[in-house]
């Protein structure tokens, strides 16, 4: 055999090794044989086409701030007068995020496409901060309930204290800033209310309770109390945390459906405050 046949062969030979790792790397991982048994893994990566879809970043909240209106600012508010009596209302509820009410209560606000305003205990946040989060990922305004839930009369300092740091809890944890605030049990003479007033907060009562603490009462009393008794620019009181609020659960529905059949529009208590008189 000639010099040349050999070059010729040694070059094919090349050639053909060369374009079978060409091939082979197309694929990431795959196990190539050569002779003698000698197992080389090629890992050469896919390229990224430039148009291939990418994958989402996950959601982020939004930096939210729940303002008071001038009018309202430092102020105690049980109701809003609207505009030629228009049929809106707020359903509020106190207490939580509570570990299983609260989701509960979130499920079926969506199905109905409400959106609601909740009054929160730091102590419950520092427990349930995913549900905090969620509440506020899908729409809901919030309010300062305090920390503690007291309803003892306190001084300056643990009044500040009890909303402040339920307030640097509610931003900590999901980038909320809010003015509304509501005293635990509505009591409005213990230091707390005027420690609010003096943020040019506002004070969010109520004007119609759905009765949903009355050990007692069943689901179908909440459903009345609030059914018969709405009016419009009211704020209505039920719980979502603070002890097991299965009978609130219960009542919701009916609640919705009942105000829808009378014409109410459901706003949040920010959007209420923001309606002229």
């Known amino acids: 055999m000639t010099n040349n046949h050999l070059k010729t062969e040694k070059s094919l030979g090349v050639m053909a090794i060369a374009t079978f790792l060409v ?3 197309i694929t990431v991982g795959t196990l190539v044989t050569f ?3 000698q197992p080389v893994i090629v890992t050469q990566d896919l390229p990224v086409t430039p148009n291939q879809p990418q994958s989402p970043p996950p959601p982020k909240l939004d930096k939210l701030t ?3 209106p001038i009018p309202y600012q430092g102020k105690t508010v049980y109701k809003v007068q609207t505009n030629s009596n228009e049929k809106v209302i707020s359903l509020t509820f106190d207490d939580g995020p509570w570990q299983k009410t609260t989701p ?3 499920e079926i606000l969506k199905q109905n496409q409400i959106k609601a305003t909740f009054f929160w205990v730091g102590q419950a946040i520092q427990a349930n901060p995913d549900i905090a989060k969620r509440v506020v990922a899908e729409g809901h305004a919030i309010g300062n309930h305090t920390w503690h ?6 001084n300056e300092a643990t009044a500040k204290s009890e909303i402040e740091r339920t307030s640097d ?4 944890t999901t980038g909320v800033k809010t003015h509304l605030f509501r005293p635990p049990g509505g009591v409005l003479n213990n230091g ?3 420690y609010a007033k003096s943020q040019k907060n506002a004070v969010v009562m109520w004007s119609l309770t759905s009765a949903d603490t009355d050990p007692r009462a069943k689901p179908e009393v909440f459903v009345k109390n609030v059914v018969k008794g709405a009016k419009p620019g009211y704020i209505v009181l039920m719980h979502d945390g603070g002890g097991d609020r299965q009978r609130t659960v219960k009542a919701l529905p009916q609640i919705i459906s009942g ?3 009378q014409g109410y529009k459901f706003v949040t208590v920010p959007e209420l405050l923001e309606m002229k008189p």
């Open 192 to 194: 707390l209310a005027a």
């Open 259 to 261: 105000l829808k059949q």
């Open 149 to 154: 839930h007291w309803y003892r009369r306190m």
């Open 169 to 172: 809890l509610i931003y900590k």
């Open 35 to 37: 002779p003698k048994n």
């Open 104 to 106: 509960e209560i979130l």
């Open 66 to 68: 729940f303002t008071v």
């Open 23 to 25: 091939t082979c790397s």
